[in-house]
Each structure stands twice: as C-alpha cells, then as structure tokens.
C-alpha cells in the first residue's frame, strides 16, 4: 500500500505566505504526495515549481463556507482549471441541504462537475454541521450530481473528519464514488483507521507526520 498517494498535503490558512507554499511544494515533492491542496491564488506558482514531478495541484472553491452563489463556483472552478488545476475541491451549499432543499444541492454539483470537464470534484459536505439523515443525504446528491468524492470537511469548522462519518458516507455511496476524509487527521494510526473505514483519499496538513 502507497500511503502516500492517499494524501492530498494541504495548505488553506489565510495567513499563507509563499514561504508556505514552497515548504508544501518540497515536501510534495519529496513524498510524492498525490496532490498539493491549496487556495486558488497559488496555483499558478504551484504549477511552475511541480513542473518534472507527479505531484498533481487540488484546489477548493466556494471555500469554507458553501455559502456562494451556484454561478460564483461555476466561474471558481472554469478559473481554477484554467490556471492548472487538477482536482478542485466544492463545498455544498449546507443551509440549502439543511432546509432540505436536496435538488438545489444536486444541481448545483452538476453544474460545477460540468464545469470542471475531466477533472476531478471533490464535494465537501462538512460532516461537523449534519445529523446522519443530513450525510445521508447530502452523499447520495454527490452521486446523483456525478461528484468523484464525497469529502468529509473543510478543516475549518467545529470538528474535521471521524471514523463514523466516513463509514457512515461508505454505505451510502459503496463503491459508486469514492471518500476524502479530511480535518484532524494527525496521526499514522488515525490515517489507517481512516483508510480502513473506507477513505479513498486523506486531506492533511501533517503528510509527512502520517507516514511514520
């Protein structure tokens, strides 16, 4: 098993610099990290300093709240994969779900997978903020708008990932897409627990951390 192909090493605090970055860049590079994560305004530096490697460059749109408007993650994601993107990660509109308002979420997936063509879309439903019926769900309007993973969380909410979501988000999906466990994941033991209980993919500032 190459754990660290599982990883997607991620830098999404506001206060990131270039120093930052670069530090991500190197440690990608010196794992061979599946993917960097990182805010938009990065990518294009990203993509300069990857170039000759196989680390691939993740995004996030509508980021952290969920709250923009279906078109503004349209554009964020045309933008995001114009500038070299690989993987763009979109948080759900959560008070839409929560109002119950299943098809406006669904949609919404739809279009921003249109948007993305051939390129990866993650869905972060943010697990912290839903009951069980809330995950349920929101996963099964992942897989009805073709999203390629249902991602645990954005890492700056309540809580991030636990080993219950993303069992819980497995026997909703199976096999039909695929699960990024993401935020508080710290730990060799906690990647595997993660792994086991059916991440197909970890979101992790501490990459190198979870290898040992």
Known sequence: MELNKYID??????????E?????IEEAKEYK???ICINPSWIEYAEEQLKGSKVEICTVIGFP???NSTESKIFEARDAIDKGADEVDMVINIGKLKDGDVDYVTAEIKAVKNACQNKVLKVIIETALLNERE???ASNAVLEGGGDFVKTSTGFSTRGATVEDVKLIKSVVGDYCKI???GGIRT???LMAMINAGADRIGASAGKVLLK
């Open 65 to 67: 709240l969920g709250a």
């Open 20 to 24: 930052h970055i670069d530090k991500l």
């Open 188 to 190: 060799h033991d906690e």
């Open 9 to 18: 090493h991620t830098y999404l605090k506001a206060e990131g610099t270039k």
């Open 180 to 182: 990024k466990a993401s």
């Open 33 to 35: 990290f599946k993917t």
């Open 135 to 137: 995950i349920t769900l």
